[in-house]
């Protein structure tokens, strides 16, 4: 039995792959440069494959833009969905006059409810 007993290795301490008969492909490096720290981050990407033309920073998590020799590519934002606030979908159903008449109406009917609770409580404590 001793002999063939099995021998145990460490966790992690190192693989039973070998790297024989493994064909890396081509890689290139592209560089980021961040717009709001100025820190330069170097990526490797496949040879054909295409680099994104902005990257988010590792540092500060502003976007970072490619640099292509020594100038950074243009990126054009023109076509970026802005995100509606609930002011701008609520200026959409209604117009401002017609906001100020709901305001003043629910202004109106807070003063009543309020004057009617003081009327209560001041004819409990007489």
């Known amino acids: ?26 890689r290139t490096t592209h ?8 820190r330069e981050t170097t990526l ?16 500060c998590g502003a976007e970072a833009v490619l640099r292509v020799g020594e100038k950074t590519v243009e990126v054009d934002h ?15 159903r209604r117009t401002i006059p017609e906001l ?3 305001l003043e109406e629910r202004l109106a009917f807070i003063r009543e409810r309020r004057g009617a609770g003081q009327s209560v409580t001041a004819k409990k404590s007489a």
């Not at 023109?78 to 959409?92: F, Q």
Request: some cysteine.
């Open 44 to 59: 490797p990407f496949a040879v054909d494959a295409e680099a994104p033309e902005t990257w988010e920073c590792r540092t």
């Open 31 to 38: 560089t980021y440069v961040c717009n709001t720290c100025g």
């Open 78 to 92: 023109s076509g970026d969905k802005v995100p509606r606030t609930h002011w701008d979908m609520l200026l959409e």
């Open 1 to 26: 039995m001793a002999d063939r007993s099995l021998r145990g290795i460490r966790l992690g301490a190192s693989s039973l792959q070998s790297e024989d008969g493994v064909v890396f492909h081509e």
């Open 100 to 102: 100020e008449e709901l």
